[in-house]
């Protein structure tokens, strides 16, 4: 079993900066891609960033020059840095990583509220 947990959601003001944490804990031989992904009010969840275990980032055009994903892969954490930081991304944001235990399976984690004001 693998558990996800996410921190360092909260209030900040509109341009301020948060940054986020996962940590994969459980029976991990591998971990692949992890990545973030977010749910606002009303909306579907829609991709916020991802990291592969070779490096490769991807991000949604939102985010681009203001959010940036990174990985600590001896701890299994992954990270992501919020940047001038807007009401619109205001949203519950999920953790979710690719994970070998012996079967290769997706995880996610449970959320953590980031709320903008403006």
């Known amino acids: 079993q693998v558990q996800l947990v996410e921190s360092g959601g909260g209030l900040v003001q509109a341009g301020g900066s948060l940054r986020l944490s996962c940590v994969a804990s459980?029976?991990?031989?591998?971990?692949?891609?992890m990545g973030w992904h977010r749910q606002a009010p009303g909306k579907q969840r829609e991709l916020v960033a991802t990291?592969?275990?070779?490096?490769?980032?991807n991000y949604a055009d939102s985010v681009k020059g203001r959010f940036t994903i990174s990985r600590d892969s001896a701890e299994n954490t992954v990270y992501l840095q919020m940047n001038s930081l807007k009401p619109e991304d205001t949203a519950v944001y999920y953790c979710?990583?690719?994970?070998?235990?012996?079967?290769?399976?997706?995880?996610w984690g449970q959320g953590t509220q980031v709320t903008v004001s403006s």
């Open positions: 979710n990583a690719e994970v070998y235990t012996g079967l290769r399976k997706m995880y």
């Open positions: 459980g029976s991990i031989f591998s971990m692949y891609t």
């Open positions: 990291l592969t275990r070779g490096g490769t980032t």
